[in-house]
Structures are given as C-alpha cells and as structure tokens.
C-alpha cells in the first residue's frame, strides 16, 4: 500500500503562471513533509518543507500547504519558471532528518 | 556545490560480479546515510538506514545478505550488490544527514547488470 500519492505523473503550465503540484498521504503519523526537485541524472535536491503543525510555509516563489485533516499537501510555483521544468517529489516523514517515503513524482513542464 | 558525491555513476558488469558503490559526504558528518533504489517512473524506494559504527537497518524485503552497507566513518557509506544478477540492475542513490536537516541526496548510480 502505497503511503504517498501523487496522482498526477506530469504537469505543463506556461511561464508566469502559477504551478500546482499536489501530493496526498495516507499515514496520519507523518510530522514533516518535504518537496525535492530532481533533474535528470541529478540526485534529488531538497526544496522546502513543512511541520505537521503548521499549515503553511513560504520560501521565496515556492509555498507548501497543508491540510491535515485531508492528508494533503501541495506545492505552489509562483510565478514558474523554465528552469523549475523538473521531476518534483512529495516525500513524508516522522521528523525532518529521518527516513523518508516518497511519492512517484510529478514531471512539471514550464513553457516559455 | 554537492554535499554529497556518490560513486560510480554508472556500471555495467556480467552477471555474478560483486558491486561496490560509494557514499561520501562532503561538507559535514553525516550521522545517517540512506540508501533508496529507483525503477523507472517509480518512486525512490527506501532499502536502509546506515547509522556510523552500527548495523544497518534493512527495510521489508530487502535482502540484508544480499545488499552490504558498510557505515565505517561519519563520512562514509558503501552498498555492496553481491553476486549481482540482471534483476538488481536499478538506480541507487544514497542521501545524508546530521541533526535535524533534510537529507542531501547523491547524483545515483546506474547499475547494469548483463
């Protein structure tokens, strides 16, 4: 059983405008979640996170949002960029340094 | 600049061959290193936890005799495929962390086994 979902394998939003990533959960004793960026041949890069008991949590252009009640996340670009174009991964944990489980990602193309 | 340089990035070797791939943090010690495989279009699958100075802990299903860790200093990591068969051919990539920070991912290592 698949603890962390990201339903949309692939995502095109044009330049400036806003992107959506979502990401749901099924483990309600995740306490951190966390969004990485990978770029082919590329190791994951960390991007931002959240605490479960925050609901929000802002860095420059990318914004996570959570809903605990809902067991949902998402990722706001705003505005995008050609460069965000990526595989973006929604992963969960039970704190901020330890193991995590990952989604299957999401393949965000920006075009300019 | 990476924080963490894994090695090789790729291998191709016959079926039989014992391969060893590295896992070095570079700009801090690392108190725990993972190590996570990945399909293709699937997810990173997480196999272990490499904590410095102690066993490793295997994930369901992985085979512990099958997939070596060694963790012999905070800086170190490596993840023996043993008697390597086509079927282990797979991305692996190792990630580290200290503290309370979110963990710093290797580039991966292409594993071909014929």
């Known amino acids: 059983d698949q603890q962390v979902k990201q339903n949309s394998p692939s995502l095109s939003v044009q330049e400036g405008r806003i992107s959506i990533l979502n990401c749901d959960y099924t483990n309600s004793m995740f306490d951190y979640f966390l969004w990485y960026k990978k770029y082919p041949a590329e190791g994951p890069t960390f991007l931002i996170s959240?605490?479960?008991?925050?609901d929000k949590n802002e860095d420059g252009r990318f914004t996570v949002f959570l809903n605990k009640s809902a067991k949902h996340l998402s990722l706001h670009i705003v505005p995008s960029q050609p460069g965000d174009s990526a595989v973006y991964f929604c992963?969960?944990?039970?704190?901020?340094?330890?193991?995590?489980?990952f989604g299957d990602g999401t393949t965000l193309t920006v075009k300019p | 600049g990476a924080v963490v340089s894994q090695h090789p990035s790729r291998v191709i070797c016959k079926s039989g061959t014992s391969v060893k791939i590295e896992c070095r943090s570079l700009?801090?010690?690392?108190?725990?290193m993972f190590w996570y495989r990945q399909f293709p279009k699937q997810s990173l699958m997480l196999m272990a936890t490499?904590?410095?100075?102690?066993?490793?802990?295997?994930e369901q299903g992985v085979e512990k005799d099958k997939f070596l860790i060694n963790h012999a200093s905070l800086t170190l990591s490596t993840l023996t495929v043993t008697s390597a068969h086509p079927e282990d051919s797979s991305f692996y990539i190792c990630?580290?962390?200290?503290?309370?920070?979110?963990?710093?991912f290797g580039d991966g290592t292409r594993l071909s086994i014929l």
């Open positions: 490499s904590n410095e100075g102690s066993k490793a802990t295997y």
């Open positions: 959240i605490s479960s008991i925050k």
């Open positions: 990630s580290a962390s200290r503290g309370d920070q979110p963990q710093h």
């Open positions: 992963a969960a944990s039970y704190s901020n340094a330890g193991k995590s489980t």
């Open positions: 700009d801090f010690q690392a108190t725990t």
